[in-house]
């Protein structure tokens, strides 16, 4: 595990300019920097970078965060990737806490033997015209070829003794490229096959996948699990297509390294294929932070099916509303490589424009089952609904669902929550209960307060111990004050929305970065702290003394208790020093 402090210190340390120019050209406009969108098309800036506050929000789709935050969603680079890529960029190291799970390290001499193989393999292609003139039968171009790195292993069994200086490394089989047999033997891993390299987010290469070029078995064979290389959070053919999803916001899903080339070179560049694995949660994690729609394109055989349904219930807990998630199956003679060369590309983005959204394809698949015409089936329905949309986190889908799913039993939703024994999504969530002498505030009266805790964190130190508010924005100052106290003694702005980056609270801190962008560094963010504070008190204090008046004052300690409000309001009122 990453430490707390090293991050803040990361972030303290970093310019968030000098980080997302690295992506986007930004323009100085007054104070900020502004340019157009990298998570959304638009044609005058919208997108917006605080050097003074190092955050950055878009005003046009909402898009907000660090300088972690940016090379999560610009690269699609996990939390741990990007801390990491940040870290090297200014010359640091990371530092680990003591934790169960094992750390591996990767040598950095892992990787350029990958790349030496690499070369090699492409420069065999380049000496082997029957590798060539297959890559030509299926219609790929050179470009196409060395876009990708496509390249031939050549049918020997010690071929990368021509590629390294010492065939007897452990590297090499730590990395999966040869495979040590009995008594010492050694022989690599691929013979005689195209061979695909796949890269990970930051363009290394990690791992291969080969193609036999005539029959044989098995058809594709990938490189083995490694330090370099974990098959459930790679994508093959993602760092190729990063640009062109984010273009489209959009990206297809499909099941073979030939597919992703075969569409490139039709001009659907936005395709990624998984790893001989099924579609895990990582991999729709990754996914969503790069683009709005996610595609899955499987064959229309039995296999096809099957990888759709191991799709749809890895992605269920991992949807995110305003996400579209959709399945095109193909007819069972045709897979995308196939398809798109007979039919060209104008009729295969057609269909992915016309397909069947995971709303669709779920109830599709549930009411297929069972027959809605008897009571067994509609039970039947209702069991076999449950783990599928219980799983679901994102409020409106959820809530949507279960109203789909309730009609076509014919109970209500509220029986069907009952059933499952599940909380209604529509009922919205109470922060904590504040002490009976505390008076909450309106939450629209708190926007402002919690506005300077995000410009000043360490401000949450002043609020008083019996604090507590209602709503959105009382819950998130009382996580922020939480945070504080938790924290290390410095605090900063980015700290603070890094923190709190994919919880609950983020969208009311990005309302607050939002506001935020519009202060100059000269507001005295203290004076309007302290004031906001005195205000909401004296008003606490102002509706108690009425309630108490209201009452009559009827016992010794109600008068007590009015007598202690009255000295407290005029505190309150004084003038502060």
């Known amino acids: 595990m990453i430490p707390k402090s090293f991050i803040q210190d990361l972030l303290n340390r970093l310019d968030i300019v000098d980080v997302i120019e690295r992506y986007v050209p930004l323009k100085k406009a007054g104070a900020n920097y502004v340019a157009c969108c990298p998570f959304h098309t638009e044609k005058s800036p919208s997108f917006t970078v605080s050097q003074s506050k190092q955050f950055y929000h878009c005003f046009g789709c909402g898009a907000h965060g660090t300088a972690i935050g940016f090379v999560m969603e610009h690269t699609g680079m996990g939390f741990v990737e990007a801390v990491e890529d940040l870290a090297k960029s200014i010359g640091v190291t990371v530092p680990q806490e003591a934790s169960t799970v ?120 990938n490189s083995p699990e490694t330090t370099l290389f ?15 999803i984010r273009a489209q916001q959009r990206v297809i899903v499909v099941e073979g390294y030939m597919d992703v080339v075969a569409l490139a070179q039709h001009g659907v560049e936005y395709a990624v294929a998984t790893l001989g694995t099924a579609t895990t949660p990582y991999h729709v994690q990754k996914l969503m932070r790069l683009c709005d729609q996610i595609v899955f394109c499987f064959d229309g055989d039995r296999a096809g099916q099957k990888a759709a349904w191991r799709a749809l219930e890895n992605a269920l807990p991992q949807l995110q509303d305003g996400k579209r998630l959709g399945f095109l199956f193909l007819p069972e003679e045709h897979d995308p490589d196939t398809y798109i060369r007979e039919y060209g590309h104008e009729a295969f983005e057609h269909e992915l424009d016309n397909s069947l959204p995971l709303s669709g394809y779920l109830l599709r698949e549930l009411t297929a089952q069972v027959d809605l015409r008897t009571q067994e089936g509609k039970s ?64 629209s009266a708190l926007r402002p307060l919690l506005r300077c805790l995000v410009m000043k964190p360490e401000l949450a130190r002043e609020l008083p111990p019996d604090w507590a508010a209602e709503g959105a924005e009382g819950a998130a100052i009382a996580a922020a004050a939480d945070w504080l106290n938790e924290s290390a003694d410095e605090t900063s702005m980015a700290a603070l929305i890094q923190h709190f980056h994919g919880t609950v609270h983020e969208a009311v801190f990005a309302t607050a970065q939002g506001d935020i962008m519009h202060l100059g560094d000269e507001f005295d963010i203290a004076a309007e702290f302290s004031g906001l504070l005195r205000k909401m008190q004296r008003e606490a204090v102002d509706a108690e003394i009425a309630l108490l008046e209201a009452g009559g004052l009827k016992t010794p300690a109600e008068q007590e208790r009015y007598r202690q409000l009255c000295e407290q309001r005029k505190v309150l009122k004084a003038p502060p020093s």
Do not use: C
């Not at 020997?156 to 990395?175: F, R």
């Not at 974990?230 to 062109?244: P, T, V």
């Not at 009952?418 to 999504?425: D, M, R």
């Open 102 to 221: 094992p750390q591996h390290k990767v040598a950095p001499d892992l990787y350029d033997l990958m790349q030496s193989a690499t070369r090699y393999y492409r420069e065999q292609l380049k000496k082997t015209p029957r590798a060539i003139e297959y890559l030509k039968g299926r219609g790929l171009s050179g470009e196409v070829a060395a876009r990708f790195g496509i390249g031939y292993a050549p049918d020997d069994w010690q071929n990368l003794k021509a590629a390294v200086p010492n065939y007897q490394d452990a590297s090499l089989v730590e990395t999966g490229l040869v495979i040590a047999g009995e008594e010492g033997k050694r022989y690599d891993r691929f013979r005689d096959r195209i061979m695909f390299p796949i890269v990970n987010v930051r363009g290394q290469v990690i791992g291969f996948g080969g193609r036999v070029l005539d029959k044989g078995e098995p058809k594709y064979l």
């Open 230 to 244: 974990e098959k459930g959070h790679e994508l093959y053919g993602l760092f190729q297509a990063q640009k062109a």
């Open 380 to 443: 039947a329905l209702l069991k076999n609904a449950q783990p599928l949309l219980t799983a679901i986190t994102a409020p409106t889908t959820a809530l949507l669902l279960r109203k789909e799913v309730a009609a076509l039993a014919g109970v209500t939703q509220a029986e069907l929550e009952a059933l499952w024994s599940i909380k209604p999504v529509a009922t919205p969530q109470r922060s904590v209960a504040a002490p009976p002498k505390a008076r909450r505030s309106a939450p």
